[in-house]
């Protein structure tokens, strides 16, 4: 509840090869702006975070007009590469702006990890209101490109149902120069409801 986990690379030597590793039996809340963190601000790569349970569910908290997105982010903020994240769980909610991540958006050079999720059902779903639902609000899975530099990552979920509603996201889009990443989505029922969006695109000079 608004607490944190964190395992960042601050400087040239590479984090540890699992930043933070999560196993428990039944489930793990994430309330309320808190988060598992393994970033790296530095020339060192960020460690891998990895993640096992019988349940995960994510909530942000409105905080007018926006809301404080609770997450899992392995990022870039300099010229490392950010790790991996890998999920399995059994139903994983992503609800109210928290977000699951391994952009470079603000790299100068490091490129994203990649993000794996495997589970039974998958939920993602957004805010009933929101004035900003794809920036300030985002809410879903995102492995972009860098704004400046470096590639974006690829995400795969593997899931027996994924439903995502109220402007939900899946980004894997190329921002700037770099390359936005593959996304790989197999599941035996897919709905995509209320404004949701899979994106893949190039807004920026990267394939």
């Given at each position: 509840?608004n607490a944190f986990v964190l395992a960042h690379t601050t400087?040239?030597?590479?984090?540890?090869?699992?930043?933070?590793?999560?196993?428990?039996?039944?489930?793990?809340?994430?309330?309320?702006?808190?988060?598992?963190?393994?970033?790296?601000?530095?020339?060192?790569?960020?460690?891998?975070?990895?993640?096992?349970?019988?349940?995960?569910?994510?909530?942000?908290?409105?905080?007018?007009?926006?809301?404080?997105?609770?997450?899992?982010?392995?990022?870039?903020?300099?010229?490392?590469?950010?790790?991996?994240?890998?999920?399995?769980?059994?139903?994983?909610?992503?609800?109210?702006?928290?977000?699951?991540?391994?952009?470079?958006?603000?790299?100068?050079?490091?490129?994203?990890?990649?993000?794996?999720?495997?589970?039974?059902?998958?939920?993602?779903?957004?805010?009933?209101?929101?004035?900003?639902?794809?920036?300030?609000?985002?809410?879903?899975?995102?492995?972009?490109?860098?704004?400046?530099?470096?590639?974006?990552?690829?995400?795969?979920?593997?899931?027996?149902?994924?439903?995502?509603?109220?402007?939900?996201?899946?980004?894997?889009?190329?921002?700037?120069?770099?390359?936005?990443?593959?996304?790989?989505?197999?599941?035996?029922?897919?709905?995509?409801?209320?404004?949701?969006?899979?994106?893949?695109?190039?807004?920026?000079?990267?394939?």
């Amino acid at each position: 509840d608004n607490a944190f986990v964190l395992a960042h690379t601050t400087g040239d030597i590479d984090g540890s090869n699992t930043g933070i590793d999560i196993d428990v039996r039944d489930s793990l809340t994430i309330l309320n702006g808190g988060g598992l963190g393994a970033n790296t601000y530095g020339a060192g790569d960020a460690g891998d975070i990895r993640i096992k349970a019988g349940g995960i569910k994510m909530l942000g908290v409105l905080q007018t007009p926006y809301y404080s997105s609770s997450f899992i982010a392995s990022q870039v903020l300099a010229s490392g590469d950010s790790g991996d994240i890998r999920i399995e769980t059994g139903n994983l909610e992503i609800r109210d702006a928290s977000v699951i991540t391994t952009t470079s958006w603000n790299s100068q050079g490091g490129n994203a990890g990649n993000l794996e999720v495997i589970a039974d059902s998958v939920l993602i779903a957004g805010p009933e209101s929101s004035p900003d639902p794809f920036v300030t609000d985002f809410t879903g899975m995102d492995t972009s490109s860098g704004w400046a530099a470096g590639n974006g990552g690829d995400l795969s979920i593997t899931a027996d149902n994924l439903t995502m509603m109220n402007r939900a996201s899946l980004d894997g889009s190329a921002y700037g120069p770099g390359r936005g990443g593959d996304m790989t989505i197999n599941a035996g029922n897919v709905e995509v409801l209320k404004g949701s969006a899979m994106i893949a695109s190039a807004f920026g000079s990267g394939d």
